[in-house]
């Protein structure tokens, strides 16, 4: 069965950087773009980017450009997502999420928080 | 970009109780919609794709419906498990999330 499988919780200071794996099983790593998503305590559901693995292409939102970054780990099946210069606006549960056209499995969710 | 706005943010609701939830976009989606329910604490769960098509294992008292620029998710009977908060998201280029509709017990 398919399964995405995020890494544990992560407290950061402002301007430190987080990074966040989702290992997937149960397909075909390389068919699917991963998505990432976030969401702020008692937010709703903000999209951050996608990853093709195969390729390494990626498309972020542009309120994200310039302070994240997404890899793929084909040998291991894990994609990545880095988050740089954070701000406490930054504190979320980050989501990974397969591409099926629409978002049809997703990770647990990785709490990151960021304070001083 | 596209913009999408739920109605209402807030629905409270019995059990059996029949329930609409309306998303709207800013320009014409055609049928690129999703709807997801997110209990608390947990990841959001995929419904519907492609406005009206439900996901296998979901039980069959939701249903989607609409294209172009308005779309609704209905459920039919209220179940104890359904109250949750439910958006929808359109999947194309910009991926945007409506702000969200919480299913309350009334």
């Known amino acids: 069965q398919v399964q995405l499988v995020q890494s544990g919780a992560e407290v950061k200071k402002p301007g430190a950087s987080v990074k966040v794996s989702c290992k997937a099983s149960?397909?075909?790593?390389?068919?699917?773009?991963l998505h990432w998503v976030r969401q702020a305590p008692g937010q709703g559901l903000e999209w951050l980017g996608w990853?093709?693995?195969?390729?390494?292409?990626?498309n972020y939102a542009q309120k994200f450009q310039g302070r994240v970054t997404k890899t793929g780990d084909t040998s291991t099946s894990t994609a990545y997502m880095e988050l740089t210069r954070l701000k406490s606006d930054d504190t979320a549960i980050y989501y990974c999420?397969?591409?099926?056209?629409?978002?049809?499995?997703w990770g647990q969710g990785t709490l990151v928080i960021v304070s001083s | 970009d596209i913009q999408m706005t739920q109605s209402p943010s807030t629905l409270s609701a019995s059990v059996g109780d029949r329930v609409t939830i309306t998303c709207r976009a800013s320009q014409t989606i055609f049928n690129w919609l999703a709807w997801y329910q997110q209990r608390p604490g947990k990841a959001p769960k995929l419904l519907i794709y492609e406005a009206s098509s439900l996901e296998s294992g979901v039980p069959s008292r939701f249903s989607g419906s609409g294209s172009g620029t308005e779309f609704t998710l209905t459920i039919s009977s209220l179940q104890p498990d359904d109250f949750a908060t439910y958006y929808c998201h359109y999947y194309k280029n910009s991926y945007t999330f409506g702000q969200g509709t919480k299913l309350e017990i009334k």
């Open positions: 990853i093709s693995p195969i390729s390494g292409g990626t």
């Open positions: 149960g397909y075909n790593f390389n068919g699917y773009y």
């Open positions: 999420a397969r591409d099926y056209e629409w978002l049809d499995y």
